[in-house]
């Protein structure tokens, strides 16, 4: 007769397995069904954002500007310190040279006069301290010593001054570094947007920049035809914003590159500071000290007159030069050319006459 056998049950620990093996093969279905199922951003939310990401890259293009500056100043200083230490220390070294000849001299014809060693003490400052009780110092030496005590002390302050310029140049090296590298996150992420869509909408979005780069082409030419002036007008500017416009035209069509001054790539604040150079007045590097350096006119463009610099945004981060009718000429952002554009096409923080 067959013997049957009962089947074997399975284990508490083997059902639990498998329930969460399921539960979360259910899961990773459920999240794969949600991402296909999200919208592809549109063309028109791609350039928002990619708008706002080149704001941010233009905020840290002028700290990188600006750390930049810092540097380079900085530098300038510390090389005049170090220059201005060495000298002093060959001074000092003379002086000390001097007072040891005289103590040779001394021992050769019967010992060191005890003015002497003082005056060849670590610390000037205790030989003048000592030298009245012992009343054998004469008017010569103490003068000596009141000259190498002094030299010291600037040496020693001069000395301390280039560590301290040292260590900013080393903290202002990082804010470089790290403003360098925010510009270039931002740019890639600027970029990786724009990857996702599709060629023909990456071409709509120039196009649409293109043409309204070239209307406000356009518009700044009618008041050139209206003015008989260059390729934009120059009536109310005074002689120096008139060239500076005139300098700024030159560069139309030039490739937008942060951190650039010119001639032939700029940033937002590199191109004003260029045309106005050209015109032989000199403005600060970043758009932020540029808002500073001239008078204060306001915020409306019916105030403003060719030449002046319209300052952006709350952070004041970007800047072109108004040229008339409406029109600003700039360097927008990176991937852009130097080009005219509507003055009100981004909100304007305060506009300064040069």
């Not at 700290?63 to 300038?76: D, P, R, V």
């Not at 103590?103 to 003015?115: E, H, K, L, N, V």
């Not at 600027?190 to 869509?197: E, G, I, P, V």
């Not at 590159?257 to 150079?277: K, Q």
């Amino acid at each position: 007769m067959a013997t049957h056998r009962r089947p074997k049950q399975p284990s508490r620990a083997r059902i639990s397995v498998l329930t969460a093996a399921a539960a979360t093969a259910v899961a990773i279905s459920a999240q794969a069904g949600a991402a296909s199922a999200a919208p592809k951003p549109t063309k028109e939310s791609v350039k928002a954002q990619v708008d706002k990401l080149n704001e941010q890259a233009e905020v840290a293009t002028e700290k990188y500007n600006g750390a930049k500056e810092k540097q380079h100043e900085l530098q300038k200083q510390v090389n005049d310190l170090q220059d201005q230490v060495a000298r002093q220390q060959a001074e000092v070294s003379t002086m000390q040279g001097t007072l040891g000849q005289l103590a040779s001299s001394q021992y050769r014809s019967g010992g060191i006069d005890p003015t002497v060693q003082l005056m060849l003490s670590s610390d000037p400052s205790q030989f003048l301290d000592k030298a009245s009780s012992l009343d054998q110092v004469s008017a010569q030496q103490a003068d000596t010593l009141r000259q190498l005590q002094e030299k010291q002390r600037k040496l020693d302050q001069d000395k301390a001054e280039a560590q301290q310029k040292l260590a900013e140049l080393d903290s202002t090296a990082k804010e470089l570094k790290d403003a360098k590298s925010e510009v270039q996150q931002k740019l890639s992420k600027a970029q990786s947007l724009l990857n996702t869509l599709t060629a023909q909408e990456r071409a709509a979005l120039q196009a649409a920049e293109t043409a309204a780069a070239q209307r406000a082409s356009r518009a700044a030419q009618r008041t050139n035809l209206s003015t008989g002036g260059g390729s934009a007008s120059t009536v109310g500017a005074s002689s120096y914003a008139a060239a500076a416009i005139r300098a700024a035209e030159t560069r139309l069509g030039s490739p937008y590159v942060y951190g650039s001054t010119g001639p032939s790539t700029f940033d937002c604040s590199g191109l004003m500071l260029w045309a106005y150079n050209q015109a032989g007045v000199s403005l600060p590097r970043t758009s932020q000290a540029q808002a500073g350096a001239g008078t204060y006119v306001g915020t409306s463009i019916a105030d403003a007159k060719p030449g002046d610099l319209i300052i952006y945004y709350s952070s004041m981060s970007h800047v072109g030069m108004y040229v008339g009718n409406g029109q600003i000429i700039h360097a927008p952002h990176t991937g852009a050319v130097v080009r005219y554009e509507s003055a009100t096409v981004m909100p304007i923080a305060k506009i300064v006459r040069i």
